[in-house]
């Protein structure tokens, strides 16, 4: 397992921390099983360890350590063999919700599951994934690993249907597929050679609070500041398509001879009129950092018009790398897999189950990019209402 092979300060670093937050149950709950919310339990894990946290990015993997990618579930051990979510496809629906051959659905959940697995390993620089898991029972936390594997679609038994769920097996393991939640559940089995974690749950944990209220004050929190960010669609919001001739498929756009490779990120009005010192002037250089940990030189391009006024304003319509191919090799080639001369669709984003990519500055010079999944920009808008209202007026 990965966690026997770290050395003893990070593990019990990480069985300390579990064991604090499980204490804490009773602000949640009466039981005597230990809370554990799944986002307590990434960050919990990738401070201990010094992993990097993948929660956000909507992939298969949830932390990275090296090569290695991990999904951290935490879940009820009840008999030791329970069914727990590993995929959703709810934008996929119309991709399979019509199919009546159940043989025929299967095979594409199977599609785009192992296309999604595939997909987090090339983003992300992973070459082997596993899972991670706390199982909870009374008092306890249970811990053990396994392999997270492509489904076998050359081994698939025993399907079946019952009401809105299909069950099926491969050579490796045991999945149902709920049709109405478009949702993928894998069997998960707690070894007998699990870690044991004893849990004791404080009787009275909003007292501990108060008086750590009491202290707060001599804490430093400026590590606690979150980076701003913004979130880019993939596609035209205005009428949700990849573009024929622009973005994703700017290689396509008329005029001058083009490589096959060249793309650039739309990079909506709207973002600069609700952020409008995150990026910088157009043509000005900077470091984009990908998830896998390389670097691309990166700038804004395409001169920028406002349709409100007639303005010209001086930020660029599209995020492009420089030179303008690497971005469109890393993007076609190794994520979406797309051959040079093909159309980018929506259906080649929904495959992997992504739409956009989030944008964090670090500062001036220094920029992060993720995939993020299906609806983000959308839903980035919209927490801001005014701009999510009046964003489709202000296109370029």
């Known amino acids: ?45 990738c401070k201990a360890f010094g992993a990097d946290n993948l929660s956000r990015s909507d992939c298969s993997a949830d932390a990275r350590v090296s090569d290695l990618g991990l999904g951290l579930k935490t879940f009820l051990n009840n008999n030791g063999k329970t069914f727990q979510k590993i995929a959703e496809f709810n934008k996929n629906r119309k991709d399979y919700i019509e199919e009546s051959n159940i043989e025929k659905l299967i095979d ?27 199982a909870r ?22 399907i079946s249907k019952k009401n809105n769920s299909i069950v099926f097996e491969d050579n490796r393991n045991q999945y149902n597929f709920n049709i109405s939640k478009s949702t993928l559940y894998k069997r998960f089995y707690t ?58 498929n700017q290689w396509n756009a008329s005029g001058r001879a083009r490589n096959q490779d060249e793309i650039y990120i739309p990079v909506p009005m709207i973002i600069h009129k609700r952020f409008p010192d995150f990026f910088p002037h157009k043509g000005k250089e900077f470091n984009l950092i990908l998830p896998n940990k390389s670097i691309l030189s990166a700038k804004m391009c395409q001169n920028a018009k406002l349709n409100i006024n007639g303005e010209i304003v001086d930020k660029g319509k599209g995020l492009m790398s420089n030179p303008n191919l ?24 929904y495959d992997i189950g992504i739409d956009s990519v989030e944008v964090t500055k670090i500062n001036d010079d220094y920029y992060e990019i993720n995939f993020k999944d299906i609806g983000s920009f959308e839903r980035f808008l919209s927490n801001t209402e005014w701009y999510y209202l009046t964003a489709k007026f202000y296109t370029w």
Request: with cysteine.
């Open 191 to 248: 070894p007998s050679d699990h870690i044991n974690i004893d849990v004791k749950i404080f009787d009275n944990p909003f007292q501990l609070l108060e008086n750590f209220n009491n202290k707060w004050e001599e804490i430093e929190v400026n590590d606690l500041r979150e980076k701003e960010y913004v979130i880019l669609p993939l596609y035209s919001f205005l009428n949700n398509k990849v573009m024929e001739k622009s973005g994703l």
């Open 1 to 45: 397992m990965f966690i026997t092979l770290q050395n003893d300060a990070n593990k019990e670093k990480y069985f300390e921390l579990l064991k604090m937050i499980g204490g804490l149950s009773k602000l949640f709950s009466d039981s005597p099983i230990p809370y554990l919310y799944y986002r307590s339990a990434e960050n919990i894990f």
């Open 137 to 158: 029972e009374k008092d306890k936390f249970l811990i053990y690993e396994e392999a997270m594997e492509y489904i076998n679609e050359k081994a698939i038994k025993n």
């Open 326 to 349: 690497e971005l469109g090799k890393w993007i076609l080639r190794d994520i979406l897999k797309i051959k040079p001369g093909v159309l980018v669709t929506m259906d080649d984003l």
């Open 108 to 134: 594409r959940i199977i599609y785009m599951r192992n296309k999604r697995i595939e997909s987090t390993k090339t983003i992300h620089g992973i070459d082997t994934m596993i899972y991670h898991c706390v």
